[in-house]
């Protein structure tokens, strides 16, 4: 089997029975394409033919390649933001850490909220605005507990650490072509857990001569305009 039929498979497997429409074939089939060649380098009629459909049933279902991009974009922003969404069995903090566990699973899924956040749109950024919100719901539940140090930024502090989560997803090939291995595999994710850890407890410097130096340097006359105090 393919990598294209097994995402696939994959895809069309996890649909609920009552599901299993032609609408529904060539959405799931669409997600692994546009994952996988891109946009512009799937074409309506591999997809038709991958979803063993005729492109004239594309057409009718959606109008145009456009139209299907949109409903596959709001489709799998469901799949990792809306709790009711039971493809993804878990709470939506949860659901992309749940789907990095089961790579064979879920990986489709993540291939195309890569290309996503990477190509942009209205879904993509409605998706990234939910991440930066569960990023801040955690801190905002870390400060209560006492856990974490002050922060001269703390919106900054949220949209930096959204970034790292998000990095080995969208940066997933260029990663393990680093690494010699898949960052979102089991193994990369266990590689990855205590450093991670040891950035976000310890930091890596052992003295604090940058951070002065930068908090010195902003605050003089002559420091970056708008900076945060």
């Given amino acids: 089997m393919t990598q294209t039929e097994r995402s696939f498979s994959i895809l069309y497997m996890r649909s609920a029975p009552d599901d299993l429409t032609a609408r529904a074939r060539i959405r799931d089939t669409a997600i692994a394409a546009f994952a996988r060649d891109g946009y512009d380098g799937a074409s309506l009629r591999r997809i038709a033919q991958e979803a063993g459909v005729s492109p004239a049933l594309i057409v009718h279902h959606f109008g145009d390649k456009n139209a299907l991009r949109a409903e596959c974009d709001d489709y799998v922003v469901s799949v990792f933001i809306n709790e009711e969404h039971d493809l993804i069995v878990a709470p939506t903090r949860d659901r ?85 291995t898949d960052q979102l595999s089991p193994a990369g994710l266990l590689r990855t857990t205590l450093p991670t850890l040891e950035l976000l407890t310890h930091g890596i410097y052992s003295t604090t001569a940058l951070l002065d130096g930068a908090r010195e340097a902003l605050a003089s006359p002559g420091g970056a305009k708008g900076a945060p105090s």
């Avoid at 140090?149 to 919106?155: C, N, R």
């Avoid at 650490?161 to 010699?180: K, Y």
């Fill in 96 to 180: 992309i850490r749940t789907a990095l566990n089961d790579l064979e699973r879920y990986g489709p899924y993540l291939d195309y909220l890569a290309r996503m956040l990477a190509d942009g749109s209205a879904a993509a950024d409605r998706l990234f605005d939910s991440f930066l919100a569960n990023t801040r719901d955690v801190l905002d539940e870390q400060k209560a507990a006492g856990m974490l140090e002050p922060m001269s930024d703390p919106e900054m502090t949220i949209m930096l650490l959204t970034l790292m989560g998000l990095a080995p997803v969208v940066m997933r090939a260029q990663i393990a072509r680093a690494l010699g």
